[in-house]
């Protein structure tokens, strides 16, 4: 067998390299149009276009977000298929700043921040007067943390026929908490009072009938309404949060009910920036104060003041912030 003759096919030239280096410059989308972020669903967002409920679209996040969280009530910018036609996808290329951010933490020693809604004026904090009992706990828990984030928070009590609501609203009178009563008995005027033109987010335990108040709200919601178990606790009928539109202006958030609301994330001072008259005070307080008084803190600033009742209302805020009563 005679040698095999080689020829200039049998030369293997490897390719050079790519001289011309990846450009990192983004384009800056100047036509992209405003939205507000109304549905979260498995890495899609629903999109109010202008926070026109009429104009929404369906988009993902673009790729030079990276993993930037992004959640119900926020401002995006968008670019891409603006039409909302079915099978249409756009893009989220910008997250505005949030004016407001409701955070919470699975528990008080879990260092990840779930934050729950973003821009929401004030948080209707619904809860049952009877089955299941009410919290004082967890209401001044999420008072906490709504102060810290920038949300007048606002107690709504539901199922008023079943127990008097002045004892337990008695209990935050002192921090000039609003109080509505939003149960089916209750009339229905004075909570669209409060939510009319203007971005509400609702919050509370499954079963406490936040989704019954939700479709009485927004009678086109259809949001599914459960039952009671038999050991207090409702079982979770909302599992996602949804902006939904009000006939009169604004919007309502309804968010999945919760069973515990950690506050790692909140500082005691965090809870009394929100209170003009105290937190000029507290200027006064040795550093590392906790602000709970004596025997905790023999000299707390908030002790030189005259309203403590006011004083001692807001420590209740900070006990449940110290504790890990997450009810």
């Excluded at 539901?158 to 009563?181: C, G, I, R, Y």
């Excluded at 515990?260 to 590392?288: K, M, N, Q, W, Y």
């Excluded at 104060?289 to 004083?311: Q, S, W």
């Amino acid at each position: 067998m005679s040698r095999r003759e080689y020829d200039e096919t049998d030369v293997r030239v490897r390719p050079a390299r790519r001289t011309r280096p990846r450009t990192k410059t983004r384009p800056a989308h100047d036509d992209a149009e405003s939205a507000m972020v109304v549905s979260v669903d498995r890495g899609r967002w629903g999109c109010a276009l202008a926070g026109d409920p009429d104009r929404i679209v369906v988009a993902m996040r673009a790729r030079e977000l990276g993993r930037t969280p992004i959640v119900v009530g926020d401002q995006v910018d968008l670019v891409g298929d603006l039409s909302g036609r079915r099978d249409t996808l756009a893009r989220i290329v910008r997250v505005q700043p949030r004016g407001t951010v409701l955070r919470r933490t699975a528990d008080d020693t879990d260092a990840y921040e779930r934050v729950v809604v973003a821009n929401a004026e004030q948080l209707l904090i619904v809860v049952a007067l009877a089955d299941p009992p009410p919290r004082a706990g967890f209401v001044e828990r999420t008072m906490a943390a709504a102060y810290a984030g920038g949300l007048q928070p606002v107690l709504c009590l539901t199922k008023s026929d079943l127990a008097d609501p002045d004892q337990f609203a008695a209990l935050f009178a002192e921090l000039d908490l609003p109080v509505v009563l939003g149960g089916q008995s209750a009339p229905l005027e004075p909570v669209l009072e409060l939510v009319r033109g203007r971005l509400s987010a609702l919050l509370g335990h499954s079963g406490v009938g936040k989704s019954t108040l939700v479709n009485r709200l927004v009678p086109d919601a259809d949001r599914a309404v459960g039952t009671v178990s038999g050991v207090g606790k409702g079982r979770h009928t909302s599992t996602q949060s949804v902006a939904l539109p009000l006939v009169a202006g604004g919007w309502v958030i309804d968010t999945p009910g919760v069973r515990s609301f950690g506050l790692a994330h909140i500082t005691p001072d965090d809870v009394i920036a929100a209170f003009a008259d105290l937190s000029t005070a507290i200027e006064d307080c040795p550093r590392g104060c906790t602000h709970l008084g004596p025997p905790a803190d023999p000299e707390c600033a908030l002790d030189t003041l005259d309203n403590t009742r006011r004083v001692a209302a807001v420590r209740r805020l900070l006990t449940a912030l110290a504790t890990n009563d997450t009810w």
